[in-house]
């Protein structure tokens, strides 16, 4: 591989943000370290740089390995990640953590089956949408598999409960789907069916239930105040304060004051509302910049892949990644209702933050194997 083809713009974007977002994280957290590790500052710090430095070895071994390889893998991988997601329902090997079965823990190590779920199922649909292009515009030999494989990844990932990161999973396959020249009435059609069996467990599941009532509360202040639990919309609110209190500029590098146990968590995700307080607008916007970036390079990279493959392998990170964006900074100020989803590269590290980093090792080395040339999209 010819080192210079490295797309360099996205390489230091991505550097940029990890490094920003580690800056971010010591800021945002030191004040709940400080009082749940007695004095402990730089706790979350420590742990989150132990997974940048393993995300950012991935991304190099991934901007290295030859992503035709990754074929091989894709449907192995696939299987591995719904094994696991049933896994995290079985006592001993799942961890409950306030209320929720998202975390598995295998042997000295904590992850979240529903990223690797992520991950696995656009490097699967790249793969078998590149092989079956002769049948993807039917609807039952074409369409119909991946919806299946959609249904049951939902499915698990809605039980945890996790929908936020399920709609990412729909989001990114849909688009995926899409270039990869299935029928749009299909698409359409599926999703009319789909939508009020959503809609269904969405009101039946109380966690999502509550954060949606709490969204209705704050959107037309019309909800019935029985059926909303006190301090459903707190951490919202505190989000909001946050935002508004940076103004233009920001009240300054380390001085935000809702970090300091008003907002909860506020080195995850809700860490974009402690950008704009200590940075403001002015920051804020920055950060918004930098994702602008990287999404036009992922778009560039698809567009001048060398195959129809790594077109959709490149389409599908960078979509990815680029919902994972819209959807967090959406949830923080307000737009739609509160879902756990990190802040690429700059919430406190966790699975994702890995598994983004090895997409964006795949990112580099289709960029690298690239011939310049642009792709034009046709749909029947």
Known sequence: ????????PLLITTLMLV???????????????????????????????????????????????????????????????FVCLVLVFVPGLGLEIRGANRTLKLFAFNFQPAELMKLAMVLYLADSLDRRQDL???????????????????GLIGKQPDFGTAMVLVLTTVAVLFVGRVRLPHLIAAGLVALPLVCIKLHTTP????????????????????????????????????LG???????????????????????????????????GFIGAIAVLLLFLILAWRGIRIARRAPDLYG????????????????????????LIPTTGLPLPFISYGGSWLLFSLAGIGMLLNISA????????LQYV
């Open 369 to 376: 194997r690239s011939h310049g040339r642009r792709r034009r």
């Open 245 to 279: 209190s940076g103004g233009w500029s920001g009240v300054g590098l380390g001085q935000s004051r809702q970090k300091f146990l008003f907002l909860p968590d506020p080195h995850t995700d809700f860490i974009f509302a402690i950008v704009g307080e200590e940075l």
């Open 19 to 81: 490094g920003f977002g580690s800056v971010m994280v010591y800021s945002a957290s030191f004040a709940m370290a400080e009082e749940m590790f007695h004095g402990e500052s730089s706790f979350f710090l420590k742990r989150h740089l132990i997974r940048v430095v393993l995300g950012i070895g991935l991304m190099l071994f991934f901007a290295q390995f030859d992503y035709h390889k990754l074929r091989r893998w894709s449907f192995p991988l696939l299987c591995v990640s």
């Open 311 to 334: 077109f959709l392998l490149a389409t599908g990170i960078t979509v990815l990644i680029s919902t994972h964006v819209v959807l967090n900074i959406a949830v923080v100020t307000g």
């Open 1 to 8: 591989m010819e080192r210079y083809r490295i797309d360099l």
């Open 136 to 154: 993807i515009q039917k609807f039952v030999p074409g369409l119909l598999p991946y919806l299946v494989l959609l249904g049951l990844s939902f």
């Open 207 to 242: 966690h999502s239930r509550q954060r949606i009532l709490s969204y209705l509360q704050n959107l037309t202040g019309n909800v019935d105040q029985g059926a909303l639990l006190p301090g459903a919309d707190y951490q919202l609110k505190q989000g909001l304060v946050a």
